[in-house]
């Protein structure tokens, strides 16, 4: 008898996939609920009539998530974005130091052969996001703001002016 492919696949790849075909599905959300990355995982195996296992959760919540003190995982496949939302780790991504070098895709060896076309999925889409990065980070959207202020000067002319009289 051989092994359910629900059970070859490791949590953490569960969890990369339904979190990849949840995005890929709705490429405008910025993020997700914890519940719909769940119901996601739960329709991505609706072949079978068990519930989820029962590290899928944690996984979500703590052992894939970059940018959260390790426990035991080490995983850099989730962002958390909010409390209680979670989208798919992107290079450029803030991560935990002690998370350094800690896997964020499923190997393709690793993926069910009907999800091994994600990986591409998701290569473009970290490409196309990285073009996007300055709509979802406020430092970045700041870039070209106050250049009025010299815009008739060299910037070094107008700071050397503003510290006139320092002293």
């Known amino acids: 008898m051989s092994t359910p492919v629900k059970e070859r696949v490791k949590v953490a790849d569960e969890v990369w996939i339904a979190t ?8 405008d959300q910025f993020d997700f ?6 119901e996601s995982a739960r329709q991505m195996w609706r072949e079978s009539t068990g519930p ?13 998530v970059a940018n959260r003190p390790p426990n035991p995982g080490r995983c850099r496949m989730l962002v958390e974005t909010a409390s209680g939302r ?6 450029g991504d803030y991560y935990h130091p002690e998370r350094e070098g800690a896997k964020t895709v499923p190997k393709r060896e690793d993926l069910p052969q009907s999800y091994t076309g994600l ?4 290569r473009d889409w970290c490409s196309a996001a990285a073009g996007k990065a300055h709509e ?9 703001s106050g ?5 008739d000067e060299h910037a070094d002319e107008y700071v050397r002016r503003l510290r006139e009289g320092w002293e």
């Open 86 to 91: 979670r989208r798919l780790f992107r290079p």
């Open 119 to 122: 990986l591409s999925w998701y």
């Open 20 to 27: 990849a075909l949840l995005q890929r599905k709705h490429p």
């Open 33 to 38: 609920s914890i519940e719909e990355i769940m």
């Open 52 to 64: 989820l296992r029962p590290g899928f959760y944690v996984h979500v919540i703590q052992h894939c």
């Open 136 to 144: 979802h980070d406020p430092l970045l959207a700041l870039r070209g």
């Open 147 to 151: 250049k009025h202020l010299w815009a």
